[in-house]
Structures are given as C-alpha cells and as structure tokens.
C-alpha cells in the first residue's frame, strides 16, 4: 500500500474516531443534562425542586456555621447545589425599558458537577432567552478564586478585585464578538448579546441569621444566602439589530445548599424590590399545600438590614396570566408601612430550559413606588 493511501486510510479512520467520540461526548452530556433537571434521579412529572432523598451524602447548613468574605463568593462544592445571579433594569439613552437576568448554577450528581447558565433579555413586550451547560472536566467551564471569574463556554464575569467590580457578557449571538454577524442582517435582529460594567460600594447583606436562611418552618431545609442589591450598571446591549448604550441597577443573590423544598412545598414567590435610591426590600414565600413560609428583609445602603417575620408578611396573588402565573400581587407589610401593589410588565417572561419558572421585571405602586424583578416556580 502506498504511502500516500495510507495517509487517507489513516485520516478517514480518524476522522471517524473523532466523530464517534463528539457523538459520545453529546451523549453522555445528554444524559448528565437529564440528571441535572431531574436531580435525586427523580421520574418526569416530580417537582425536581422538591428535597432530594441521596442529600445525606452532602454537607448542609448550619446556623452554627459562619459566611466568610471573600470565600463566599467561591464554589462549595460539599453542598448539593448554588447558584450566582444578577436581574437588572436597564434604561437606554432614549429612555426605552429592559430587563435582564444571568444566573450561574452548580448542581452534583453522586459528586460529579455539573455546571448550567440561563440569560435572557426582555423590553416590555419581548423576551429573549439562551443557556449554556458543561463542566470542567469538558474545558468549557471555568471558575477562579481571585480574582474572581465565571467562564461557561463564551459567557463570562470577570471580576479585577473578590468579585466586584466585574464585566458581564452574555446572549444568544455566540460569534458575533468575533465578528461573524456583522454583515447578516437577519442575524443582528434575531440575536442579542450583553456587556455590562458592574461596580459597588456597598457591603454584602446576609440573609436569615447570620447568612443562614430558613425554607421550611420546622423541617431542616436551608441555604446560605447574601444579596448585594446596590449595584450600578452601565454598558450596552444588542437588541433588534441595533446596539443601545444603557444604564441601570442590578441586584446580585448567592445562595448555596442540598436541599431545595420539602414534599408538600410546591415552589416559590420571589421579590426584590428597590423602594428607594437607599432602601431595597427582598421578600420570598414559598407556597405549601400546609402553611406558606414567607421571610422578608429591608435593606439600606448603608448596610443595615432588618428581617422580617413570616407573620408580618401579608401577600396575595392576583389574577392568573400567561402560562398559569399571577400577573400581580398585593403586599403588605405593616410594621414597615409598606402597602402596594406588584405589577408584571411582561408575561412573556418565562424561562423554559428544564424547570420551568418565571423571571422578570415588575413595577409596584401604593406607599412606595419603583421597579423590581420577580421569581415564580413551581407553577407547572
């Protein structure tokens, strides 16, 4: 055989080689995608944020146990699961409205992590939404301690200091930094992309007790949790084909643990609310086919905050829109004089990348007024 048939021989068998790996590869990431959406390996058709049963082989929080900085901002990867988000409302020079929301998340399976971002971008009437999955293992996961980074394949928070100030990037045009969109009109109007600069002053806000925060009223199911809710954005955004500067206010969570609801909890009401330039309110109730859990907290820039009592939370769904979610709220909390009315912008809003949930932008009025984000789980 010449040597020139055994270099086609031997590029054909490797090409084959090469495929069949890729094949494999997206085979077996299928497969631990699954395990991911469906954590505790649980059927279709159970709530997946329900407690897992295999939890034991994973650390769980303790109010004992102390939130350190900057080690918080890191992986803890003896806990089940965490996550890393920022919801933001953005304003262009125009004064056009948007919302968008990135959030990074950890899961394990029998100690193998897996890794899974979800994005969107939204105006009032649209909503545009990407993920991205993989692990390190694969090369297309990263994290850094100090400075602090997040890569998941071409998203990225790149922090020059423990985790702020940051640069942001996300979105669905995944070569149009490098320049492939540039000349496709119909790509620049289908895609979106966000860079954002995120920078604070503020310190970081511990939820619960000392960072220790409850779920449940009497079983042992919690997270460590803080909030940095003054955050100052400015960048610009890719939205119907044309880039618009912007700027705006983010809200950053962390919240680590093993376990997410008990068996009769069916998902969560989320809220975070800036009332004023200095005062921002968090309330979440988890909805119970028993008692509702509701926690609260008031935080102000100057860093204090104040929790709030689930029996001083008074909050009521209204009427039902888009894909079964409440389309408003009324909430009050007395020992705060805090009466209003919560309002979704946008129904549209609603993430679909393996548990399905609601996230995006709101408008409250009554004695305060503003804008917030809203969560809602569990629906379906």
Known sequence: MSDEKMTEDNNFFAGRLLLTILLLLFFVSALLLLFVFLPGNQLPGNNPLHAQTDAKQYQLPSENSTVIFPEAHWPHKNFRHEWWYLSAILKTEDGLRFATQWTLFRTAVNKQHWYFAHAALADTQLHRAEFRDGREELGNVEL?????????????????????????????????????????????????????TLSTSKPFYLQGVKGF????????????????????????????????????????????????????????????????????????????????????????????????????????????????????????????????????????????????????????????????????????
Do not use: C
């Open 144 to 196: 850094k301690k100090s400075p602090f980074s997040a890569r998941i394949d071409d998203w990225s928070w790149q922090s020059s200091a423990h985790l702020f100030p940051a640069e942001l990037s996300y979105g669905s045009a995944k070569y149009f930094l490098a320049g492939g969109l540039n000349d496709d009109p119909q790509a620049l109007r289908e895609n979106w992309q966000v860079k954002i």
């Open 213 to 380: 925060s409850k779920k449940h009223p009497n079983k042992n199911i919690a997270s460590f949790y803080y909030s940095q809710p003054f955050v100052e954005v400015k960048g610009k955004i890719l939205w119907q084909g044309e880039w618009q500067n912007i700027t705006g206010e983010a809200w950053f969570d962390r919240e680590w643990g093993s376990a997410m609801l008990a068996e009769e909890q069916q998902g969560w009401d989320w809220f975070s609310l800036r009332l004023n330039k200095d005062q921002a309110l968090m309330i979440y109730r988890i909805r119970s086919s028993q008692d509702d859990f509701l926690y609260g907290s008031l935080m102000n820039s100057n860093g204090d905050i104040k929790t709030i009592k689930n029996e001083d939370i008074k909050l009521t769904s209204r009427e039902i829109g888009e894909g079964g979610y409440p389309r408003g709220f009324t909430l009050k909390v007395e020992p705060f004089a805090i009466d209003m009315n919560i309002d979704i912008l946008n129904d549209q809003q609603i993430m679909r990348f393996g548990i399905e949930y609601f996230e995006g932008m709101a408008t409250f009025s009554g004695s305060h007024r503003g804008e917030g984000f809203v969560e809602m789980t569990g629906y379906h």
